[in-house]
């Protein structure tokens, strides 16, 4: 009986594109209603932050930086103030640093100068470290 239920023939409509029905057609629990549509995040999650760049691609097309995640892992790279430069990239906000600005608490001085790197996860064992783009002037 089981296997008649598995079968391609027990469900021909989704047997003929491969997988399960997703968007307004997916299955819906009996009396639950739809799924509420969340509102948009603003661009500066916290009052005080200061945008540095806003581009459609998103974070991981991006270099990452080995080194820097090791030193974000261990605590010894890091904004001083969380959230107070971000990036905004492919809808996402990320916390931003910038190689030798005051609000980067960098010991060992790895970071280059005037580079802005966005740090996604920091005060974690997941923290990531990416290489974005050098300062523009005036800035």
Known sequence: MLTVLLCDGAYPAFAAEGHLPVGPERAQLRGAPPAPSLPRRPVNPRQGSHLLLE?????????LD????????????????????????????HGAVVGGHWALYDPEGLAVPDLVYAVRGQDTARCRVYVIRHLEPGL
């Open 55 to 63: 581009d459609d691609r998103r974070l991981d097309r991006f270099d």
């Open 66 to 93: 080995y080194g820097l995640t090791e030193l974000c892992r261990l605590g010894r790279f890091r904004q001083k103030r969380d959230r107070f430069l971000i990036v905004r990239l492919g809808g996402y906000t």
